[in-house]
C-alpha cells in the first residue's frame, strides 16, 4: 500500500457515508477485511503517521476552541478524526489549525471526536490474523510540537485561532 492508496480509502469512507462517523468507519473496515495482512499494517502505520503529525499544541488548541476543553484522550480522538476528514481538510489543518472554521459541522462530537477511527486496522488485523498486529515503528512524540498555550487565558486562543475562536467561543 502506498499513501494514496490509504488516501483513497478514506475519501471513498467520505463520500459513501455522507460523513457520518460510524458508517465511515465501518466503511474503512469493510476495505480493511479485502486487504492481506500486510496491507492492513501498513493503512495502520499511514494512519499512526498522520495522527501522529497532528500532535501539536495549534491543533490542541484548535479542538480546545471547538469542544470547549480537550483533554488528553479527547485530544487523541481529535487527531484521528481529522485524518479521517481526508487529505485536504487534513492537510489544511496543519498548514493552518483555523482553516477548520471554514468546515462546517452538524455534530461537533460525533465529527471531531470520534474515538473508533484510531483502533480500526489493529482489530481488523487481529480478526484475520488471530494475532495482535505489530507495532507500526511510528516514534510517537512524547509532547505536542510547537508552543504550548495557556487554557487559562483566552487571548492565547484567540491569538492561535481567531476564527475558530470567534465561532465557537
Keep these: 500500500m502506498i499513501e494514496s492508496d490509504f488516501w ?3 475519501e471513498r469512507a467520505i463520500e459513501v457515508s455522507n460523513n457520518d462517523s460510524e458508517e465511515k468507519e465501518e466503511y474503512i473496515r469493510a476495505e480493511l477485511n479485502k486487504l492481506t495482512s500486510k496491507e492492513i499494517f501498513e493503512f495502520g502505520k499511514f494512519f499512526d503517521e ?3 503529525q497532528a500532535y501539536r499544541w495549534d491543533l490542541w488548541a484548535a479542538a480546545y476552541i471547538v469542544n470547549g476543553g480537550c483533554g488528553d484522550d479527547s485530544f487523541s480522538d481529535f487527531q484521528a478524526s481529522l485524518v479521517a476528514m481526508g487529505k485536504k481538510i487534513y492537510e489544511e489543518a496543519l498548514a493552518n489549525p483555523d482553516s477548520l472554521a471554514e ?5 461537533i462530537e460525533e465529527e471531531l471526536f470520534f474515538e473508533g477511527y484510531q483502533y480500526i ?6 480478526e484475520k490474523t ?4 505489530p507495532s507500526t515503528d511510528v516514534e510517537f512524540f512524547q509532547n505536542p510540537k510547537g508552543k504550548k498555550w495557556d487554557e487559562d487565558s483566552p487571548d492565547d486562543l484567540k491569538l492561535l485561532c481567531p476564527n475558530l475562536f470567534k465561532k465557537y467561543w
Design 103 to 107: 468546515v462546517e459541522f452538524e455534530d
Design 121 to 126: 486496522a489493529f482489530t481488523i488485523y487481529e
Design 8 to 10: 483513497s480509502i478514506i
Design 50 to 52: 498522520k495522527k501522529n
Design 130 to 133: 488471530g494475532e495482535d498486529m
